[in-house]
Each structure stands twice: as C-alpha cells, then as structure tokens.
C-alpha cells in the first residue's frame, strides 16, 4: 500500500528544494569575517586603483590632484562592486552593471566632455611632466604593492581560519562515522545489514539495531537539512532512541516518547522522518513509519516488491502527536528493506529522477543476494545515475530459512 503521507512528503521536499541554500562558492563568501572580507575587497581596490595612475603616465597635459583622486576612486570602487556581486553570484546585477559600465558611463562622458571648453594645458616644462610621471609610477606601484600584501594577509587569515575549520568538521566526521557504523548482525532467525554513505563530511541519516536479548528493534531515521547541524541531531536521535529503549523496552508510543524529547530541540521547519522494523522474537514484526518512505517487502525469487507504511507525520511537527503502528508476516527467505531518499532522488545531467520504481527494480534483481551485496549493488546502480545530492542509507533485514 503506498504511504499516505507522499504527498506530504513531496511537498516537504519540494519545499526544502525551493528554499536551497546558495553555492559552496558563494555561502563561501557570505560567511567571511567582516575583517577578512574588508581585506579582501581593499586588495581589489588597490590593484585596480594603479591603473589610474598608469593611464595618467602617458598624459602630457597637467592633471589636478583632485582629478587623478577621482580616477583611483572611480577605477578601484567599481572593480570592488564588481567583485561584490560576482563572489557572491549575481550575474544579473553584474550584467547590469557591465552595460552601464562599458556602454553607456564612456558615451555619457564622452558628451560631457565635448560639450564643455577644454582645460587641459599642456606641460612645457620638462622637469615638472617628470615629476608628474614620477608621482604617477609611484602611485602606481604603492598601489600594486599595498594590494599584494593585502592578498597575502587575506589569505593566510582565511588559511588559518580552514585548518580550523577543516580540523573541526574532521573530527565532526570521525564522530558521525562512530555514530553509524555500519551494521552487520545475525539475530535469532534474521540476519540484518545497514549502512549509510553522508553526501558531506557529516550526515543526517540514522540506523540502528538495537538488541534485548532474542528481541530487537531498528530504524532508520532521516533529519530534515545537511551538515554538523543536522549530523548533532542525528546524534540526539540515536541517543534519545536508545536512553528510551534501555529503560522502557515497551514499543508502545515509542514514537510519542521520541517525539517529546526531540521536538522542543528543532529548530522552526525542521523534523524528522523515521521508520522501524522490531520483534519481540517471535517470527511477526512490528512496524511505523512516520514520514519515511514506505517500508519494502520481497519475496524472493519474485522481484516485485510490496510496501508496508503508515499514516504518521514526521517527528517533531508537533509538540505531542499520535503515531501508530502495525504488523507484518514475514516468510524464510523474504527481504525487508527500509532506505533514505538520497538513493531514489538522485538526478541525472537532466534533472530527471532515478524514482523510487526504479530503486524497486534495482533492489529487486539481486534481493536473493548477501545484504551487503544488495546495498552495495544499489548504491553503484545511483552513482552512475547522477552524482549524490544527500545522504544514501539503506538497512535489510532479511527472514532465515528455519
């Protein structure tokens, strides 16, 4: 039966997809220190600036302090407007300016210009033409020089504040790597297999199998967003699921205990969608699904696959909401599997989605294989769809024969 909650879901997705965030690039210079990021655009004045000078050398006629002030104003300003709008991708506003700056600004001052006596007066005297040249090289070359070094400070500043950085988000991915380990396990008549690839350094998915003596209980659970702050989530995630287990092995209104703790640590349009498989060692499973997609169920050799869902909500939308949950029979040899969206909403050149039917073929071509193989042989089946935009997570749980 398919979820109840797609639509829902999609329109989480879309929503989340209308509002993405800026490119690495240009989120790059939108989180620059304001110290780093004056550094940088008095560099690009600098270097620019020296071509007023430049230009003024070859000029015979005298040129007024004031006038040649105005040109390194002029030619250094625009050069860091310039550089403003395209570090931080505006190329609309760059074209704008582009125009304005090589089309209509020359033609305006050109008519300025014709429409007003000359006053320029040649220089007759040698020695002060050199001693303009001279103040012009100079300015010139201070120019240059002021906007080198000030690429240098920019840059080890900004160097030091990487290898700081990198060295935090390294150890925030050595964490989430402890955290989601993959899971390899044999329990009573099932043998169970789970692993999640992050998009980035750190990720938002979650499994685990948690055992109690001949019961256990998994899960996979999906924080809404990317990166550490979705990765520290995660990480309550799997705390809290486990603090809950340990002292209350009771599946009942596990969800609403979870959901009690998690929600008031969300932040305002965040949630989490989760889905678990449990057994109290008999050979009926319990399941939920709260905004996940669905649960999937093969029986081999058929490759078809059955869906098992449930009409919750995601976690953390409200601050008390009601789950359910369900049951499912489950013959030597089937194959239950429960993944994130990262494998089925993977996009190609196109844009056109790998989709969860045919996440279904894929999985269910070689669901008589070894777990491993299954979740491997799916993962390599996206990658050469399209390049992975968020996490892929994927636990199997598969029914021994007796």
Known sequence: MPSLLEPLRRKLAGLSASSQPPSARAQFWRSLPLKSTATFFAAVFCLFASFAFIFNSPQSSAQSSANVALNVLVGGGT??????????????????LAVVEFLILPNLLSHLE??????????????????QYVVNAWGAAISIIAGYLLILYFAATEGRRYLQVHSEMKLAADIHRALVPEISRRIGKFELYGASVPSGMVGGDVLDVIEHGDKWFSYVADVSGHGVPAGVLMAMVKAAARTRLSNQWRTTEFLQDLNGVIQPLLQPGTFVTFAYLCTDGDEKLEFSVAGHLPILHFHPPSAAAEEHSTSNLPLGIFPEQGFESSSLAIAPGDLLVILTDGLPETFDAQQRELGMEEMKKIVGAVCAQPLKNIFEHARSAAQRFGIQADDQTMLLIRRLAD
């Open 79 to 96: 050069a860091a407007v310039f550089a403003f709008f395209g570090t931080r991708q505006m190329y609309k506003t760059l074209i704008v």
């Open 114 to 131: 014709s429409s007003r006596p000359s006053t320029a007066t040649p220089i007759a005297n040698p020695a002060v033409l050199h001693h």
